[in-house]
């Protein structure tokens, strides 16, 4: 079978529940992410005991740290800190101007799967991706954590090195993600040798011609590609 096995077999509403509970706990804490805590934990005792328990480790951490330093600690972490960026574009493009051609390709995902998204909110977001992928679009949200698998993944280990609290939160996302391959596990070290790109070069390892416009129209590739980091075989 040429297929990926993902490594915890998982009902849909196993999936569902959590990406659902990821998106609301990883959101900034505030007394909306503190109401959500009970019916986490609920859902939670559904799940495996791996992922379970990641989730419940984290709303211990949330109900026992005073809010002031819940919020001063998410800002450092995921304000302040290029490798645990919650914005999936920014491992494959930075600060480059290919950015905008990537959340297009968010923008356009939730369109077709009749998802309209408040400007307010930027669709790259690992809350956003997540709550998508958790209540319209299963595999086309899982299609989209796939694509930024490296990027995911240095966001991870970044966090697990740094004690955060917020690393199980992530280790359960990975949990319902296909395991690294070779080439993606390259794909992270580079990316954690590197870092994000801070301009428009570089960025060929990432490349996709499968979201290169001028692919499609015979141009070029070299001057129209998409980078965009997803794998081959990555989804099944």
């Given at each position: 079978?040429?297929?990926?096995?993902?490594?915890?077999?998982?009902?849909?509403?196993?999936?569902?529940?959590?990406?659902?509970?990821?998106?609301?706990?990883?959101?900034?804490?505030?007394?909306?992410?503190?109401?959500?805590?009970?019916?986490?934990?609920?859902?939670?005792?559904?799940?495996?005991?791996?992922?379970?328990d990641?989730?419940?480790?984290?709303?211990?951490?949330?109900?026992?740290?005073?809010?002031?330093?819940?919020?001063?600690?998410y800002?450092?972490t995921?304000?302040?800190?290029?490798?645990c960026?919650l914005?999936?574009?920014?491992f494959?493009?930075?600060?480059?101007?290919?950015?905008?051609?990537?959340?297009?390709?968010?923008?356009?995902?939730?369109?077709?799967?009749?998802?309209?998204?408040?400007?307010?909110?930027?669709?790259?977001?690992?809350?956003?991706?997540?709550?998508?992928?958790?209540?319209?679009?299963?595999?086309?949200?899982?299609?989209?954590?796939?694509?930024?698998r490296?990027?995911?993944?240095?966001?991870?280990?970044?966090?697990?090195?740094?004690?955060?609290?917020w690393?199980?939160?992530?280790?359960?996302?990975t949990?319902?993600?296909?395991?690294?391959?070779?080439?993606?596990?390259?794909?992270?070290?580079?990316?954690?040798?590197?870092?994000?790109?801070?301009?428009?070069?570089?960025?060929?390892?990432?490349?996709?011609?499968?979201?290169?416009?001028?692919?499609?129209?015979?141009?070029?590739?070299?001057?129209?590609?998409?980078?965009?980091?997803?794998?081959?075989?990555?989804?099944?």
């Open positions: 079978m040429s297929g990926r096995r993902a490594r915890t077999a998982l009902s849909p509403g196993q999936l569902s529940a959590v990406w659902q509970s990821v998106s609301l706990l990883l959101d900034y804490p505030d007394e909306r992410v503190l109401g959500h805590a009970d019916l986490v934990r609920s859902a939670s005792c559904e799940l495996p005991a791996a992922i379970g990641s989730i419940r480790d984290f709303l211990v951490h949330l109900e026992s740290t005073p809010l002031p330093d819940l919020q001063a600690d800002v450092e995921f304000d302040n800190r290029r490798r960026n914005f999936l574009t920014y494959a493009h930075g600060d480059t101007r290919k950015g905008g051609m990537a959340l297009l390709r968010f923008k356009q995902t939730y369109l077709q799967a009749g998802f309209e998204l408040d400007d307010a909110e930027l669709p790259d977001h690992l809350c956003v991706v997540l709550e998508f992928a958790a209540t319209i679009d299963r595999d086309r949200g899982r299609e989209l954590m796939l694509d930024h490296a990027g995911l993944e240095l966001l991870r280990l970044s966090l697990r090195d740094m004690k955060s609290p690393a199980g939160l992530i280790d359960a996302i949990a319902t993600l296909p395991p690294l391959r070779g080439d993606e596990r390259d794909a992270v070290r580079r990316l954690a040798a590197e870092g994000p790109p801070e301009e428009e070069v570089g960025l060929a390892p990432f490349a996709n011609p499968q979201f290169s416009p001028g692919a499609a129209s015979g141009a070029a590739p070299e001057a129209t590609l998409l980078p965009m980091p997803s794998f081959p075989g990555a989804r099944t």
